[in-house]
């Protein structure tokens, strides 16, 4: 096995940080793109969870969880000093990262799928979810308005920008006409904009056909 293999799936938000991380520490993998209704078995005999990301390493190490595919590139070519970015910051990135992959996801599903739960699955009205969603969102106009600048901490996509967009990015798809022209905070809808627009971000959204065995190897990272 001569480069490491990225199972993927192209809309999830963790398989999207993963990718964005890979893309900007320029590290070449094989890149799978799976449907998530048909996981390949190659995946499921070596993370049975099945759920994307999955890294499998040269070595044969397995990164089942996009934060430590992030740490593990970050780990082998820091090009754009994220690792600095994240510890230089320690204490607003930890509270901010545990809240939106925790009570900003429980609320983002519950809006964004709101049909696909049921009572016993704390489900509510998906204007609530929304709105509670919302509340989450305050933290990022404050830290967006305090800095004056292009992302949370200076003008430059950091660990903490990278890790909770593509959450954000969902936000915005379950109503974007809501969160275009109703969503009271203007920075964090100009920082959103920033990312759908960001090169990198559409460099990694490149739609590949999903892999089957023995098809020719797509490479991903460099390219």
Known sequence: MNKPILYSFRRCPYAM??????????????????????????????????TVPVLQLYEGTILEESLDIMDWAINNNDKFKLKKS???????????????????????????????????????????????????LYILEDQLDKNNSLWLFNNNPSFLDIAILPFIRQYRIADIKWFDEKMPYKNVHSWVMRFLE????????????????????IYFGLN
Do not use: G
């Open 17 to 50: 940080r993963a990718r964005i991380f890979i893309k900007l520490c320029e590290i070449e993998v094989q890149l799978r793109e799976v449907i998530l209704r048909d996981i390949p078995q190659e995946m499921i005999a070596i993370s049975p969870k099945a």
């Open 86 to 136: 994240k510890n230089d910051n320690i204490e607003i990135h930890n509270k901010i990262l545990s809240i939106f992959d925790n009570n900003f996801k429980f609320h983002l599903d519950r809006y964004k799928y709101n049909s696909r739960y049921d009572s016993s699955d704390v489900v509510k009205s998906k204007e609530i979810h929304r709105d509670e969603a919302l509340k989450n």
């Open 198 to 217: 960001w090169d990198t971000f559409n460099q990694i959204m490149i739609k590949n056909k999903p892999w089957k065995k023995n098809d020719e190897p």
